[in-house]
Nanobody, 116 residues
Framework: QVQLVESGGGLVQPGGSLRLSCAASGSIFSIATMSWYRQAPGEGRDLVALISRSGGTNYADSVKGRFTISRDGAVNSVYLQMNSLKPEDTAVYYC??????????WGQGTQVTVSS
């Protein structure tokens, strides 16, 4: 079992920045990839960014150049630095972990609201 706890969401003005954190606990040795997803009201849950155990990353086109995903193995955490935020980035952001046996775990989500 893997437990994920997100933090760092909030209200920010357009053009501002936020940093989301996701702390993993439990069977962390089994985690292969960690990702951030987001879900806007009335929409599906979409991949924002992914980081593999080896450090490889992948981003949704809509956030490339603005968001950066990083991973700190020493504290079993993954981060999402979000810059130049836009109103369309408003969503609940979820941390996701996939194990080597393809089991998926989710955090409870953290709200990000971009508004003036």
């Amino acid at each position: 079992q893997v437990q994920l706890v997100e933090s760092g969401g909030g209200l920010v003005q357009p053009g501002g920045s936020l940093r989301l954190s996701c702390a993993a606990s439990g069977s962390i040795f089994s985690i292969a990839t960690m990702s951030w997803y987001r879900q806007a009201p009335g929409e599906g849950r979409d991949l924002v960014a992914l980081i593999s155990r080896s450090g490889g990353t992948n981003y949704a086109d809509s956030v490339k150049g603005r968001f950066t995903i990083s991973r700190d193995g020493a504290v079993n955490s993954v981060y999402l630095q979000m810059n130049s935020l836009k109103p369309e980035d408003t969503a609940v952001y979820y941390c996701n972990a996939i194990t080597g046996s393809a089991q998926a775990y989710w955090g409870q989500g953290t709200q990000v609201t971009v508004s003036s």
